[in-house]
């Protein structure tokens, strides 16, 4: 058997850790603080793309499905995130399941920066939160504190294995919109205006804790599907972020334990 933890590495640790051209400020730290990886989340966001690519490209994500299903070989001007099955008309894309970035910025934007709201661009934004975020976790108490803490573990589970996914082709930028970027609320949309079988999609692709017993979709807040996510209190943002976790780790898990993924190697 796999282990777990293999499924849950961050992927970003091996992603721009040594890359001697990136500011000092901007490497991927293995501190131990309780911010170290929302701060390495703001690093990756701020870096230039010639150096941080897409996690949900990176190779371990290709050889991890490859594993798991029969690929036909790509077809000339294939963009690199495409997946052929063999025998299948299907052409699936990789995407990452839960996106760390819509929550976690409108908890920040409610909960934690009092000061500047307005900014030129998102790396500014992302520059500004990298420069600010242990000053907040600092004056942090309580459930904020608790909260702060699973979004420093949503921050490296967001890239890893067990939280990428492969998604019908168009649909990885097209979902946004649609979804935020909740990942129940993407398999509601999924079924509903992609028609896809979501039955087959479960136990495919390990989601199993998504779902509750009569197939309906385990919504991650009872507000779902509204998609008005703003004046959410901080145990609400515990609540959500806590259960992403679980699910992220419980998919590890059944990944760990499949069978088919033995010897597989970060």
């Known amino acids: 058997m796999a282990e777990k933890e293999i499924f849950l590495r961050d992927l970003k640790s091996v992603t721009f850790a040594v890359d ?23 690093r990756y966001r701020i870096c230039p793309p010639r150096i941080c690519n897409d996690c949900d490209i990176d190779e371990r994500v290709f050889r991890m499905y490859e594993h798991l299903f029969d690929r036909d070989e790509p077809q000339e001007g294939d963009e690199e995130r495409l997946f052929r099955l063999k025998n299948e008309m299907i052409i699936l894309e990789t995407d990452t399941m839960n996106s760390f970035a819509t929550i ?24 500004y939160f990298l420069n600010n975020i242990d000053d907040w ?16 573990k949503f921050a490296a589970y967001t890239h890893c294995l067990a939280n ?3 998604v019908p082709k168009g649909y990885n930028v097209a979902r946004y919109n649609r979804t935020k970027d909740y990942w129940d609320l993407t398999l509601i ?23 509750d017993t009569d197939g309906s979709v385990k919504k991650l807040h009872e507000k779902h599907p509204s998609y008005e996510e703003k004046g959410l209190k901080v145990e609400d943002y515990l609540k959500v972020v806590t259960e992403i976790n679980c699910r ?11 069978g088919k993924l033995d010897g597989f190697e970060f």
Request: hydrophobic share 35%.
């Open 248 to 258: 992220i780790e419980a998919r590890a898990k059944a990944l760990a334990e499949c």
């Open 137 to 152: 976790y600092a004056e942090s108490q309580n459930i904020k504190l608790e909260c702060l803490k699973e979004f420093n």
């Open 164 to 166: 990428m996914i492969l």
């Open 104 to 127: 976690f910025n409108q908890f920040i934007r409610e909960h934690c920066n009092k000061g500047q709201s307005k900014f030129d661009t998102y790396k500014d934004r992302d520059r």
């Open 189 to 211: 949309d999924l079924k509903e205006n992609r028609r896809l079988n979501v039955e087959i999609y479960k136990v495919r692709f390990f989601l199993m804790e998504w779902f």
């Open 20 to 42: 001697e051209t990136i500011e000092p400020d901007l490497r991927y730290s293995e501190d131990s603080s309780e911010t170290s990886n929302i701060k390495n989340w703001l």
